[in-house]
């Protein structure tokens, strides 16, 4: 046996070193993630930060009308519009400009404004059935004024937006537009975002002073210039980037960058989330050729050869000596430790047992005073143990941890009135119960949901809860509603159920409950206390 000593230990030294540069291997990998899901941040915020930069020139550009009370000339705008150094500063933008917002029939007091800033007749286009029309009145950089006058209302991403925007004191967005002027250069993909503008209203405007918006200040975005200009800023990430107006759809597309590999799985590929204008944009980043992983893919390889010339040099019937006692030292507390958690886990079933044996008495002993003939006692004595049952599959579940109130209110209500509940039946927030409560609240349930088979209308069922908080104490409230009975009336006398459930929810759990009798059917609130122990 002594001279398979050294293979043996070549061996085992050899598939510890092949482990050891597996392990390499995944933390290459991870390493390699996290530096890509931190470029992809990076990358984000860097879109993000631009974006709030260039909607800033709403701002100042709404302080200036604000300033003189929307009494804004064409050349003050200019002259303001000269002053931030546009070509520089907001690299990516088409241009901002003013909408009036006049009613249909008093479009001669936009056109009038608009014929004195730009010294000649300007009317407004196109031809409109909507309730009212929003022409540009202002824009820079002006190339021609073909689009001075066109009443944005008319279009429907535009009028959205204009709506938006006219609801809120904020920025709202269009989704993918064609920006351009007739007879100018060709239209180009972007999105407008618009802020509205509230001031006195024009001469001969009857609106009342609370609603008196005098038009919306917009910039305009070119989708391709904006995303070139942000991405190819230094340091340039080695990102490909995918941007979408809501969900990663194709019609939804905004910009793909150059790079991006379209094939199936070419190269990991993660995703943000951000809010532009009170539209959410979902951005798809992937890594390009020059992405660079942090350790180099040598690294494995090295440590996996280094590993097996070092198993060729090692002591190998001293190694396998300390490896033997080592593994003799394991085997001991393995089994110390096996040993206690049986008897930690014979001592836990004995308890559970105990508890479940006493639960069954006491629902026989009642089962028994309410019941008529053995055929009664015997189905109402059925029906409470699966109740009982069914609270035990979903502590099960939960490895007699915390079991959800969903599952549970779910398992007990299907037994009774069948397993497709109507939506919206349940509603509530994720509650983890523990033993007690979850075998509590199961053979309520279950009474409840008898009754309303019963008596009730299944049909217009609905049961709610919400965990409430009190200085430092919790309490969990549900609502039982039964919509669309006629004429509901307490009953004469509490029967079996109903006392069960007072006892379970008073008793059991230090709870209270209360039912209210209406003409259209029955409401029960449950207020019982969370993460305290139950007596």
Known sequence: MRRYLPIAAFLSVALASLAMAGFAYVAAQDATRIKF???????????????????????????????????????????????????????????IGFVSLVKPGNEALAEALIGANYGKELPIYPESDQPWRAPIALFEPLGSTAGIGYDMFTDDERRAAITGALATDGEWATGKVMLGQPGSTPAVPGFLVFRRLQIEALPGEDTPPESRTAGLLFVTFRLREFFDALLSRAPVLPLAVEVFDGLPEPNHLLYRSQGWDAAPDARPVTTRKTVV?????????????????????????????????????????????????????????????????????????????????????????????????????????????????????????????????????????????????SPGTLSGQSVRLDETTTQALGLTFHELATNTLKYGNASGLKVSWEVVREGRNRKLQLHWEEVGHTGMTPPQKSGFGTRLIDMTIERELGGSIRREFRQDGLRIDIEIPLGKKKS
């Open 37 to 95: 899901e931190a470029t992809a941040d990076d990358a984000l915020n860097r879109i993000e930060n631009r974006l709030e930069n260039h909607l800033s020139l709403l701002d100042a550009s709404h302080a200036l009308f604000k300033a003189r009370d929307g009494n804004v000339s064409r050349v003050t705008f200019k002259t303001f519009f000269d002053a931030i150094d546009f070509e520089r500063n907001f690299a990516g933008l088409g241009g």
């Open 277 to 421: 204008g009170g539209r959410q944009w979902t951005i798809l980043f992937q890594r390009t050729a020059a992405f660079e992983p942090p350790t180099s893919r040598a690294v494995p390889l090295i440590l996996g050869s280094f590993g097996l010339l070092l198993a060729a040099a090692i002591a190998l019937a001293a190694r396998l000596q300390i490896k033997a006692y080592d593994a003799a030292q394991a085997l001991q507390i393995q089994a110390e430790k096996s040993l206690l958690e049986k008897d930690l886990m014979l001592q836990e079933m004995k308890h559970r047992i105990k508890n479940s044996i006493t639960r069954m008495l006491a629902i026989a002993r009642q089962a028994a005073v309410g019941a008529t003939d053995v055929n009664e006692f015997t189905n109402t004595f059925a029906a409470r143990l699966q109740a009982m049952a069914a609270s035990q599959d979903v502590l099960t579940r939960a490895r007699w941890q915390k079991a959800d109130l969903l599952d549970l209110v779910k398992i007990e209500l299907g037994q009774v009135l069948g397993n497709e509940l």
